[in-house]
């Protein structure tokens, strides 16, 4: 019995959307449209008013600078954010991360750890009682 052979269509890849707005339909909305169709952690944010270094990195980003190196881990991606390389301060070093249509309305400190991954060795000699019996030669 011959096998049949199907040709693949190649995968396409689907257009972003955040609740049913495209990423382009949300750079060209205004922060009073915004508001609605926010989480409501990130809407209480906006409703209480950003403090100024908030602002300053807000101006930074419509300006077009290059290079943007924050500490602000708590400030909420917006839509006009979306394409950039921001250095994200994880209390160390400052860590580049580009903002993805998928990070909108999520805060910078999700992108940027704080906490590396432990990768023990193996234990020395007198680290165990199994140890004991080694010998050194």
């Known amino acids: 019995m011959a096998k049949k052979t199907q040709k693949r269509m190649p995968r396409r890849r689907e257009e ?9 339909d949300l750079q060209q909305m205004a922060l009073s449209e915004l508001l609605p169709i926010m989480p409501a952690r990130a809407r209480r944010k906006f409703d209480r008013g950003l403090s100024r270094d908030h602002e300053k990195l807000l101006a930074d980003v419509r300006s077009g600078d290059e290079t943007i ?3 602000l881990r708590d400030m909420v991606i917006m839509p006009e954010m979306v ?12 860590q580049k991360v580009e903002i993805q249509p998928e990070a909108v309305f999520h ?25 004991k019996y080694v010998p050194l030669k």
């Open 16 to 24: 972003f959307t955040y609740r049913g707005h495209s990423v382009t």
């Open 83 to 94: 394409g950039r390389t921001i250095q994200i301060h994880n209390g160390k070093e400052f």
């Open 107 to 131: 805060y910078l400190g999700e992108f940027a750890l704080t906490r590396k991954r432990v990768s023990h060795g193996s234990a020395g000699i007198g680290a165990t009682r199994s140890s």
């Open 69 to 71: 190196r924050t500490h």
